[in-house]
């Protein structure tokens, strides 16, 4: 079982920055696939970036793409999502996830994820 804790979140103003932190409790973090995701009020969970085990490779949702940057630290078991240029349309509760099949390639798919934190609120105000 891994256990994934996401914080970080918060209010900020449009155009500030946040960095969101997911810290893992697995001793095998350094092989697994690791993923962001938000979903905002009324709406459904959506893809937000994503990282291979080697860090080697990323890949963004559209929304995000040139304004958010993945990264890990498997020293410290932890991925981490840098988002700039906040808007308000940003404004979502934001999940890490993590999957141990595949994990040299890169997945948008939420069905590839076998485990997920809690959740971080992050609030954009206009």
């Known amino acids: 079982q891994v256990e994934l804790v996401e914080s970080g979140g918060g209010l900020v103003q449009t155009g500030g920055s946040l960095r969101l932190s997911c810290a893992a409790s697995?001793?095998?973090?350094?092989?697994?696939?690791l993923g962001w995701f938000r979903q905002a009020p009324g709406k459904e969970r959506e893809f937000v970036a994503a990282?291979?085990?080697?860090?080697?490779?990323?890949t963004y949702g559209n929304s995000v793409r040139g304004r958010f940057t993945i990264s890990r630290d498997s020293a410290k078991n932890t991925v981490y999502l840098r988002m700039n240029s906040l808007k308000p349309e940003d404004t979502a509760i934001y999940y890490c996830?993590?999957?141990?099949?595949?994990?040299?390639?890169?997945?948008?798919?939420?069905?590839?994820?076998?485990?997920w934190g809690q959740g971080t609120q992050v609030t954009v105000s206009s």
């Open positions: 990282i291979t085990w080697s860090g080697g490779m990323t």
């Open positions: 996830a993590a999957r141990t099949i595949g994990s040299n390639r890169l997945s948008r798919e939420m069905s590839e994820y076998e485990y």
């Open positions: 697995a001793r095998t973090f350094s092989s697994y696939g």
